[in-house]
């Protein structure tokens, strides 16, 4: 590293952003959120009452970053972001969210979303080739506008062969368990579809033991329920049949996922992953029944009923209201978001004392759901709504009082740091420079390459990566999709990976890279400087850093331009907004 980039890098660090001016709108969404700010008053030093005021709104190079990431995974290119910036049109943030959403990068980064909450992972679906035809099912319902209820009924009541790509989602319902009695498999189907699509963890801890003395203070749903209540749930996948295919062809070491007439969920066992369950009251078969309502059966297909039922239960709508809020605000309104208690969230029907509602816009969760139902599950739709909202567009920059609260209030936008397949995509966005990496299947490899890890079908991983890819992109905690969970928390190691890892030195350089070959040949080093902050940052840099930047240049001359620009460039990667969505 020479002598300049260090000290450029430590001047860029510390300087802010250039405020452009920006515009929102408004909608329910902000209706309920100033209702709700309104109530709240913090005391000040003196024992006074102040009301919560809101950020500013966020400037049109905050936002253009934001909603790129949010919508696609991606950053916008310096051309994108300066033809934004020079629009003058009252409508264009409006314009830039439709033609997102009908973007490729928009199914992309929505499937990875999807492959996520599926946990779309070869150790989860039992090897590379039935991963493979999952995310393929995924990212063909989210390109297809198929709605939420289509998209998570499949995943629950598929059938056939889990390396289809036609009938993918079969795969959602391959758990692996130790080995048991087959109540055991249908305890972890069901409590793997209630935490995914309802938002209910907690029958995981019901399916041992009832709820009373256990979740008392915890889920007030949950005090009142019983083993026998998750049972009767549980019931729905006893039909639910694995046929291991051994031919030697395509399809070995394949699963088919089928449905039997007959199956029921006895109360004979003594040993498993689950507590004995024993006869009750002298009756030794449960029945399936959902819901409270003890909604029963009316065909031989029990686990296709219970999709029909799971998609037209309130929970339903208001995990995914809750599931999207969180992806695209920060926070959600009810948190953790496997964790929704059924009877504290009805503002119509609150709990008694000392329970509370437990979402912190009880109203606005409602309204949400609501919308989701009235649109028939549509995810581009309830997307465009929430980035309409004024909420959406405030700034992350906040000097109010209480910021950790203010994150619970939405008085300002939550800044977080970039998932790891937008930091990677994010450098090769930048750089130009793209890597093309292997998607292995069960038989070997398949011919074409991928360049963008937002379009990957599993965890990447380090027999389809190499190594100096796979160590940056691990760096930034990926998660499994199976026992390690997303993360994003920073780390040294992050910060050491960004300055001298060879995934990021390699493509900064102008004999490399594309767009800094673009850049080195402008003529103007005010020019360079707003191309290159344009590129990697999405806004054009403030006076003292534009100041910096030329004077850097100046000094480096003729002969050592091309190092300064790379200087410049690794300052920006440097700098802690490269990997925040603001």
Known sequence: MSTLRLAVGMVLFALAAQAQPGGASSNFIDEEIQAASKRVTWKRVNGEGANIKPAPPSTDAEYLRRVYLDLTGRIPTA????????????????????????SEWFSD?????????????????????????????????????????????????????????????????????????????????????????????????????????????????????????????AAFFTRIGYQRVNT????????????????????????????????????????????????????????????QRMVRDPMFARNFANRLWLQMMGTALVEPVDALDPDRLDPAKPPPAPWELQASHPRLLEKLAARLVETNFDLRGFLRLITQSSAYQLSS??????????????????????????????????????????????????????????????????????????????????????????????????????????????????????????????KKNEDVAAELFLTFLSRPPGPLELAAAVESLKKAGREKRNEAIEDLAWACINKPEFIVNP
């Open 79 to 102: 051309g994108e972001v300066r033809s934004f910036l020079a629009s003058s049109s009252s409508s264009k943030r409006a314009e830039t969210v439709d033609r997102l959403l009908e």
């Open 109 to 233: 980064r929505w499937a990875q979303w999807f492959a996520d909450l599926g946990r779309v992972s070869h150790n989860v679906q039992r090897g590379y080739t039935g991963r493979n035809a999952f995310y393929n099912w995924i990212r063909n319902a989210v390109r297809g506008r198929m709605p939420l209820s289509d998209l998570a009924a499949g995943m629950v009541a598929s059938q056939g062969n889990n390396y289809d790509e036609a009938v993918g989602a079969v795969n959602f319902t391959l758990v692996q368990i130790p080995s048991g009695p087959p109540q055991d498999l249908a305890d972890a189907i069901f409590a793997r579809t209630a935490s995914t699509f309802l938002g209910m963890g907690h029958y995981d801890c019901l399916l041992c033991h009832d709820g009373r003395g256990h979740m008392d203070s915890l889920s007030l749903w949950g005090s009142r329920s019983t083993r026998l209540d998750a049972w009767r749930m």
């Open 248 to 307: 030697s062809n395509s399809y070995f070491d394949s699963n088919v996922v089928s449905d039997s007439s007959s199956g029921e969920y006895r109360l004979n066992t003594g040993y498993g992953n689950r507590p004995a369950r024993a006869p009750i009251g002298g009756v030794a078969t449960v029945q399936p029944a959902y819901g409270t309502m003890r909604d029963t059966p009316k065909t031989e297909n029990w686990r296709r009923e219970f999709a």
């Open 397 to 522: 920059g906040y000097n109010g009082a209480a910021r950790s609260e203010g994150d619970r209030l939405y008085v300002r936008h939550r800044a977080r740091r970039m998932e790891a397949e937008a930091i990677h995509d994010a450098v090769a966005i930048a750089t130009g420079v793209l890597p093309g990496y292997r998607i292995r299947t069960t038989a070997g490899y398949l011919p074409e390459r991928l360049h963008w890890a937002n379009q990957f079908p599993g965890p990447m991983s380090g027999d389809e990566m190499e190594p100096p890819e796979a160590e940056f992109f691990e760096a930034f905690f990926p998660g499994d999709r199976n026992l390690q969970p997303r993360s994003e928390a920073g780390s040294t190691r992050q910060q050491l990976y960004l300055m001298n890892s060879a995934f990021v030195n390699s493509r900064l350089r102008v004999e490399t890279s594309p767009v800094l070959q673009r850049v080195a040949s402008l």
